[in-house]
């Protein structure tokens, strides 16, 4: 048996740090918290190591580069590390790369997913008693994996079926099985969070909001699926990573919580408030007539909405940002930091957007 950590040697390790919402996490951790994380991450092409430069140097961080499909190496981080947490944020998360490549989404989501379970449930059978019963593991997931709503559907909950319509909510909703399967076999303490969209600084131009920021900015076309009414409830990142914090500080082993942001908007809407936001921040020019309307997606799922009135309930938490004030500092970082966003426009990223748009 290991023996119980000091409060002064307490970690969390987290997967997938430098991706979007990862990061976000280690940024607002760090601040909040004196205890150490250490961040795992592959660095694929969503992942950006400089994204963290402000903390690289930070005695409380830690980074190794690895895969959570690599049990050999899961294994030998957590036997080094010895944290009384994980957060799991390491996924292939793009619906449109999914539809192009969905054998990437099964492989990291599913057995990536399965492979960091199985690496800690031996770690945790190994610590003190003490030690196993305040150890959690939290997987972050996303509302896809419920399918669609109709406009007056009730909002997603803890129990709504499970019904994903593509390869990325499906391999999303096989990793959360597996989380609830490592709880209810082996009583390991697992909680999942199943969150609305995501956005705010440091997420990669290809999701719906940089990318129009990004676009706009360059004078390039803004691209909007069908006829832009899909309904999406919009959370701003930090406040998703609040919730995180809260549910790894007092949610229950084996529960699901749900994260929304409490701000329904149609695609359409979104892109138009950025037009104007960026006509009030950077004037003269009518961003609105680079809108374009492009071929859908396959099997677009229509309208997505979380109550989460479980985690304000239980967990007293609710988000901070209202979706005006979120998509406002949103759009400032992007203006402030071109340069950031000149660095992850790589080749690939550029050979990507020209293959999941200019052929629609």
Known sequence: ?????????????????????????VLDWLAAHDEAVVNVDLLTYAANPDTLASVANDPRYA??????CDLDAMR???????????????????????????????????????TLLEAARGYWKSLSAQAAGEFRFVHVST??????????DPKFDEHSQYQPNSPYSASKAGSDHLARAYFHTYGMPVMVTNCSNNY???????????LMIVNAIA??????????????????????CSAIRRVLEGGNPGELYLVGGDAEMPNRDVVHTICSLLAKHRPGRDYTQQITHVTDRP?????????????????AWKPAENFASGIEKTVLWYLQNEQWVASVQSGDYRKWVETNYQQR
């Open 219 to 240: 004078g390039k076309p803004l691209p909007i699926y069908g006829d832009g009414m899909q309904i999406r409830d919009w959370l701003y990142v930090s406040d998703h």
């Open 143 to 152: 509302d896809e994996v419920f399918g669609t709503l109709g406009p007056t």
């Open 63 to 68: 980074f190794e580069r690895a895969d959570v």
């Open 299 to 315: 099997g677009h799922d229509r309208r997505y909405a979380i109550d989460f009135s479980k985690l304000q309930r239980e967990l």
């Open 1 to 25: 048996m290991q023996q119980p950590r000091t409060e002064s040697h307490r970690m969390i390790l987290v997967t997938g740090g430098c991706g979007f919402i990862g990061s976000n996490f």
């Open 200 to 210: 705010g600084p440091r997420q990669f131009p290809e999701k719906l909001i940089p």
């Open 76 to 114: 030998a981080l957590l036997k080094k590390y010895a944290p009384r947490a994980v957060v799991h944020f390491a996924a292939e998360s793009h619906v449109d790369r999914s539809i192009h490549g969905p054998l990437d989404f099964v492989r990291t989501n599913v057995l990536g997913t399965g």
